[in-house]
């Protein structure tokens, strides 16, 4: 492994922040982390490995997947490119519409298998197209909320087969 400039990251970070006017607590609420995180970033501290939180905050500030690492390796962040890739065409015509419209503001994968089981429940949440900054924080507040419950549901339930 090469050595990270966590100094680099920490004055691209801001600078890129700066650029965008915003503060850290607004950038904190974009990348769904916390202050302190963003602090923690910012602050040029040497860390033994890359925070998960900095592909949340690559992504707030607009950059390709992957520029908190080239940043850390010297190089400069990749903006992210507006087009996006089309989805897949086996997905419901429902799905591939709610995809492309919006802003993506996070995505999860769950686990729902029990023993032996690989089911997963993917998913996606956007944003409204013209949604201001005030609206992106509530919606993520609502998400981790949401998301909250749905990492404590109960596995050890088995469905009803009769349907009630």
Do not use: C
């Not at 925070?51 to 010297?74: C, I, K």
């Amino acid at each position: 492994m090469g050595s990270r400039d966590w100094k680099h990251l920490a004055d691209t970070i801001e600078a890129a922040r700066e650029t965008r006017n915003l503060t850290q607590v607004a950038l904190a609420e974009k990348a769904g982390v916390s202050e302190s995180t963003i602090q923690n970033l910012e602050s040029g501290r040497e860390r033994t490995r890359v925070p998960a939180s900095l592909y949340r905050v690559e992504r707030a500030l607009g950059w390709a997947p992957g520029s908190g690492e080239r940043v850390l390796e010297g190089g400069d962040p990749e903006e992210q490119q507006e087009e996006t890739a089309p989805p897949p065409s086996d997905l419901p015509l429902r799905i591939v519409h709610e995809l492309q419209d919006g802003p993506l503001l996070d995505a999860t994968v769950l686990d729902l298998g029990g023993a032996g089981s690989q089911a997963r429940m993917i998913v996606v949440v956007k944003g409204a197209p013209d949604a201001s900054p005030e609206q992106i924080r509530a919606d993520l507040l609502a998400w981790a909320k949401t998301q909250k419950h749905l990492q404590n549901l109960p596995a050890d339930e088995e469905p009803d087969e009769a349907g009630n």
